[in-house]
């Protein structure tokens, strides 16, 4: 059975960073995993993932880093100089693919990142 727990978010002013963590159990340490957020009244959208490469949305490219502990099956979002428009609940999945509409597995509970200007 898989699982997913993200966890890290949080409150923090414009230019901040926050590093937010995904605990995949279940999941093969060699799996390919995503970040995905969800803005209020928007549609949840892809922000980097990670398999034997890694792909970013153009939006966090050179401010975010993914990133994972095979030994821990945990995978990282290191997020810094953040911005309002980053404010966004953010989820893990088990999926390659910066586009999520297709994605039909499991997804966590979710880490509310929320940056004030």
């Known amino acids: 059975q898989v699982r997913l727990g993200e966890s890290g978010g949080g409150s923090v002013q414009a230019g901040g960073s926050l590093r937010l963590s995904c605990n995949a159990s279940?999941?093969?340490?060699?799996?390919?995993m995503g970040w995905f957020r969800q803005a209020p009244g928007k549609e949840r959208e892809g922000v980097a993932v990670i398999g034997r490469t890694t792909v970013y949305a153009d939006s966090v490219k050179g401010r975010f880093t993914i990133s994972r502990d095979p030994a821990k099956n945990t995978v990282y979002l290191q997020m810094n100089s953040l911005k309002p428009e980053d404010t966004a609940m953010y989820y893990c999945a088990g999926w390659c693919n910066l586009s999520p509409e297709w994605y039909r597995g499991v997804w966590g509970q979710g880490t509310l990142v929320t940056v004030s200007s």
């Open positions: 279940g999941y093969s340490y060699s799996a390919c």
